[in-house]
């Protein structure tokens, strides 16, 4: 079993829905949970990271931790044809410490 | 957020022959630095992890006489592929966190061994 459980989608969504990105995982030593956005051929992107569980916001972006639930989320409102990209959830045990990553999932946003 | 160079971006080399790729932190210091391969439509794999002053750390199956990795400094790691083969071509992405804070990913370097 890998310790991240991403679905590598496709996910494909018109402009404007709301996306929902999730990721599981089975570690409990895990205390710092991170998106990335990677766009074809591009090193990836960091767009949320946050600390134990709880939830954060930056414009569009929401980021959801639940440890009870081992479990995480990215929230995408108002998507864009921009946003069409892989995302790849990572975590560790410690800050700046090696990341595990899950599998990505592709997203494409339609106009 | 924080900036992490590399060079090249893009390298074309014969089999049999080494590659030096470069990673730098441009804006902060960094005793430890991350290299990670991606092979396509797939995520990232760890290869090893750069440490300032000391031996790198290599992952269970990473051949460390293959990919020898030197942490010149707290802002310069490179990662040298040895006698390339084709099934080395990948893509190879570096990544460093500022001191306790999160990781920032350079932009890759795609290897090509012909």
């Known amino acids: 079993q890998k310790e991240v459980e991403q679905d590598p989608g496709p996910l494909s969504v018109p402009e404007g829905a709301i996306v929902s990105l999730n990721c599981t995982y089975s570690?409990?030593?895990?205390?710092?949970f991170m998106w990335y956005r990677q766009y074809s051929r591009k090193g990836p992107e960091l767009l949320m990271y946050?600390?134990?569980?709880g939830n954060k916001e930056d414009g569009r972006f929401t980021a959801q931790v639940d440890k009870s639930s081992k479990y995480i989320s990215l929230f995408i409102r108002d998507s864009q044809p921009s946003d069409s990209a892989t995302y790849l959830c990572?975590?560790?045990?410690?800050?700046?410490?090696?990341?595990?990553f899950g599998e990505g999932t592709q997203l494409t946003v339609n106009p | 957020g924080a900036v992490v160079s590399q060079h090249p971006s893009r390298v074309i080399c014969k089999s049999g022959t080494s590659v030096k790729i470069e990673c730098r932190s441009l804006?902060?210091?960094?005793?430890?630095m991350f290299w990670y391969r991606q092979f396509p439509k797939q995520s990232l794999m760890l290869m090893a992890t750069s440490n300032e002053g000391s031996k790198a750390t290599y992952e269970q199956g990473v051949e460390k006489d293959k990919f020898l990795i030197n942490h010149a400094s707290l802002t310069l790691s490179t990662l040298t592929v040895t006698s390339a083969h084709p099934e080395d071509s990948s893509f190879y992405i570096c990544s460093a966190p500022p001191e306790g804070s999160e990781q920032y990913f350079g932009p890759g370097t795609r290897l090509t061994v012909t």
């Open positions: 946050t600390y134990s569980s």
């Open positions: 804006d902060f210091q960094a005793t430890t």
């Open positions: 990572a975590m560790s045990r410690i800050s700046g410490s090696r990341l595990t």
């Open positions: 570690n409990s030593a895990f205390q710092y």
